[in-house]
């Protein structure tokens, strides 16, 4: 049976940058210290959505990751899945027509030994995302089952859900992965196999740390990031993003219009173009 990473079920939060890798990249990251991380095999994505993107549409991402099994990525505060969706996929029972998300109650205030300042202290906009994240089938089938409204999961296995919760694959691709550590910070370097590279500053922090631990996180993976040459604010396309962009507009479109996804420029386009062997002259 396939595992997920230490902490099986649990919900880890990750705070993640990504950036573009450069030439000079893997050198600022051995000037930063960075120690290797041990070697991780190829590993392909399945993601999976319902008819309409009621999932993707509410950020949350349902993938399965070879090697490590099924994982739901969940916007740290809870999703509410978008009104008058999804549609089953094949005539069964419709459970998640309807569906009521139940929130959970948000995190206690952190105690202020200060008066709050007369305006909200500003920080710069960063692009750093914070998603929750759930691993293994018992877990992802809880999760699901509460966000599509869905009474009761007789199923032993997501794999075994996909089809009655109307459940089709979206993308489907091959990630080469290297990581190192700079400190806490973990720094992945990934190139997909449909010819898009990136790289990601990330830290993963557990829910009882709360809202400061979460600011810590995201304040050194901005600075790995700055350490890097690479801009915190400047939003670049996830792997997913460029993948359905290039192979599905339709549901990429859905999602860039719902706000979920980033915005494929024609840099990525271009990088694409130029892969494809020109005509024999
Ligand atoms: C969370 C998310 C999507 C699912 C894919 O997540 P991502 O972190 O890009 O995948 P990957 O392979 O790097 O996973 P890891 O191994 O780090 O767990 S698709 C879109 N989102 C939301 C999102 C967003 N809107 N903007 C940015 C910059 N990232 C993610």
Known sequence: METGPPGGEGAPIEVELKFRVGPDTATALWALGAVGLPHTPPFRDCYFDVPGAALGRADVWLRHRQGQGWQLKLPHGDPRLPHGDPEPAHGDPQPHRNAEITRTPPEPAEPRSHPPPTSPPSRPPSAVTIYREVWGDAGVLRELTRLLGVPSAPWGSVRAALAPLGLRPTASFVTRRRSVRVGRVKVELDEAD????????????????????????????????????????????????????????????????????????????????EEVPGPTQ
């Open 194 to 273: 449909f010819g898009y590279g990136l790289g990601e500053a990330e830290e993963e922090v557990t829910a009882e740390g709360g809202a400061r631990e979460v600011e810590e996180a995201r304040k050194r993976v901005e600075g790995v990031c700055r350490a890097l040459g690479a801009e915190p604010r400047q939003r670049i396309p996830g792997k997913l993003s460029v993948f359905l962009a290039r192979h599905q507009p339709r549901y990429y479109k859905l999602l860039r219009e719902a706000g979920r996804l980033e915005e494929v420029e024609k840099e990525e386009e271009e990088e694409k173009e």
